[in-house]
């Protein structure tokens, strides 16, 4: 039994590491709350010289 303790205590770490993990990443759209005023027009190009 001292087997499936160690496991489950292995398993609930890893579970927590990724747990936090995930929470430092922010969405992009959480940061920002509305998009870009200028997102639906083109890219600008770069001119051949």
Known sequence: M???????RSLCE???ARVQ???KQTLVWASRQR????WNLPLPQEKDK
Request: proline content about 12%; glycine content about 6%.
């Open 35 to 38: 998009p870009p005023a200028d």
């Open 14 to 16: 890893s579970e927590q």
């Open 2 to 8: 001292a087997v499936a303790g160690r496991w489950q």
């Open 21 to 23: 993990a995930a929470q």
